[in-house]
């Protein structure tokens, strides 16, 4: 079996979960709160089957500009993502954000949907394909299949679940081997069955009755069941959404941004080296100052510490230290988005180096770090 993560983006109301719903037949939004609004506020989840031995999971993100955090609490494991732009109103600011955090987090596959076509007329929709193929210039949907489609009408749905299978069987699957990684996404309790957590696997597998770590909270429990779109599994590997019903341990104990691990595999920091790359268009960025530091399913406090650098400007690269205010869990190699403390907004992201630094002052580290060649040979002996 094949399996494969979709995550959608857009605008506020351009149809994301609409659209899962006519894809799968499953309505992503879960929360009593979002059936009354009628919008997204927390991830949702769906999963569409092929025939073949391919499974592509849905997370569904919130596209309010108010919710960023909780659509980059599942930006982090996904493979391929579904740009959705509704018809009637165009390319919005939470269309370009969302598309500046999924190359921020080298994402490299996905396609454009229009939504909402039976709003418009076709010579209104023919400026809108237009004025998206101008937007995507220059990103990783630059080329990308742009598919009208309505789930009113369920008009092109078909097609579309067909480009889905085509675009994410040229993705290449997470490798099952190295150590099990599963940043929490959600927590919840099931009467009969006690503390369950979800997320994507990052790497590695795990199995029924193993013995499986919370950190940075340091609980030591066991694997009761493990269960995947629904259905009970012996074991879960790389790549799968997964859900964990936890032997030994309370609800209250948890919380999204833990991780699920191998025990003794992993070591919680407050220090991480990177290198950090800043959005066009943004304000100057200097050394020391607080950010919001999104890593895998975590949001946290961090002053950052520029090295050889006082500020970093817009489009620049450079390498960095994060200090943060609580633990996380991470590795070389990972993809991280950074905000602003205030006003909230995404201002740049990049590539976590070292998980276990030391503090040093930007004017010590002219021989610290490495070429590019270098710095992706040290990634992957620390990813094996």
Same mark, same amino acid.
């Given at each position: ?8 983006a857009?605008?506020?109301d351009?149809?994301k979960?609409? !659209? =899962?719903?006519?894809?799968t037949?499953i309505d ?5 709160e979002?059936?009354?609004?009628g919008?997204?506020?927390?991830? +949702? ?8 031995d391919l499974?592509?999971g849905i ?10 955090r909780n659509?980059?609490a599942?930006a982090? +494991?996904?493979?391929?993502? !579904? &740009? #959705? *732009? ?12 969302h ?14 949907? *229009?939504?909402?076509?039976d709003?418009?007329?076709q010579?209104?929709?023919?400026? =809108? ?5 101008n937007f995507?210039?220059g990103?990783? %949907?630059e080329g ?8 009113k ?5 078909n &097609?579309?679940?067909e ?8 993705v290449e ?7 099990f ?7 919840f309790? %099931?009467?009969g ?8 696997a990052?790497?590695?597998?795990i ?10 909270s ?12 629904g259905?009970p599994?012996?074991?879960a ?6 859900a *964990? ?5 309370e ?9 699920? #691990?191998v ?13 950090i790359e800043l ?8 050394s ?8 895998g399913t ?6 950052i ?20 205010q $609580?633990?996380? *869990?991470?590795m070389?190699?990972d993809?991280?988005i ?6 909230? $907004? ?18 010590k #580290? ?7 060649t270098?710095?992706h040979c &040290? ?6």
């Amino acid at each position: 079996m094949q399996y494969r993560i979709l995550g959608t983006a857009g605008h506020i109301d351009h149809g994301k979960s609409a !659209l =899962v719903k006519a894809l799968t037949g499953i309505d992503p939004d879960r929360l009593k709160e979002e059936k009354e609004r009628g919008i997204t506020i927390d991830l +949702g989840f769906a999963d569409l089957r092929f025939s073949d031995d391919l499974t592509v999971g849905i997370v569904d993100v919130p596209g309010h500009e108010r919710l960023i955090r909780n659509m980059l609490a599942g930006a982090g +494991g996904i493979d391929l993502v !579904l &740009l #959705v *732009i509704a018809a009637n109103e165009g390319v919005m600011p939470q269309s370009r954000e969302h598309l500046h955090i999924c190359n921020l987090l080298n994402i490299k596959s996905g396609l454009i949907a *229009i939504s909402k076509v039976d709003l418009v007329e076709q010579e209104w929709l023919d400026l =809108v394909q237009e004025d998206v193929r101008n937007f995507v210039k220059g990103t990783f %949907l630059e080329g990308a299949d742009i598919i009208p489609v309505s789930a009113k009408t369920m008009f092109n749905t078909n &097609l579309l679940k067909e480009k889905i299978k085509e675009v994410a069987l040229k993705v290449e699957q997470k490798s099952s081997k190295g150590i099990f990684r599963l940043p929490v996404d959600r927590v919840f309790s %099931l009467k009969g069955f006690g503390t369950v957590v979800t997320g994507t696997a990052v790497s590695g597998s795990i199995s029924v009755n193993d013995d499986v770590e919370i950190l940075p909270s340091n609980i030591a429990c066991k694997v009761r069941g493990l269960h995947s779109h629904g259905k009970p599994i012996q074991s879960a590997y790389a790549g799968q959404r997964v859900a *964990i019903n936890l032997q030994g341990v309370e609800k209250e104990a948890l919380k999204r941004g833990d991780a699920a #691990v191998v025990p003794g595999k992993f070591i919680s920091t407050k220090m991480l080296d990177a290198k950090i790359e800043l959005l066009q268009n943004v304000p100057v960025l200097k050394s020391r100052e607080i950010v919001h530091l999104h890593l895998g399913t975590t949001e946290n406090m961090a002053r950052i510490i520029l090295y050889e650098k006082d500020k970093i400007a817009p489009g620049e690269i450079c390498y960095c230290q994060f200090r943060l205010q $609580e633990p996380i *869990i991470a590795m070389s190699g990972d993809r991280f988005i950074i905000r602003r403390f205030s006003p909230l $907004e995404t201002v740049g992201g990049g590539q976590i180096l070292d998980t276990i630094s030391q503090k040093m002052s930007h004017k010590k #580290v002219s021989n610290t770090f490495m070429s590019s060649t270098q710095e992706h040979c &040290l990634i992957k002996s620390l990813q094996k």
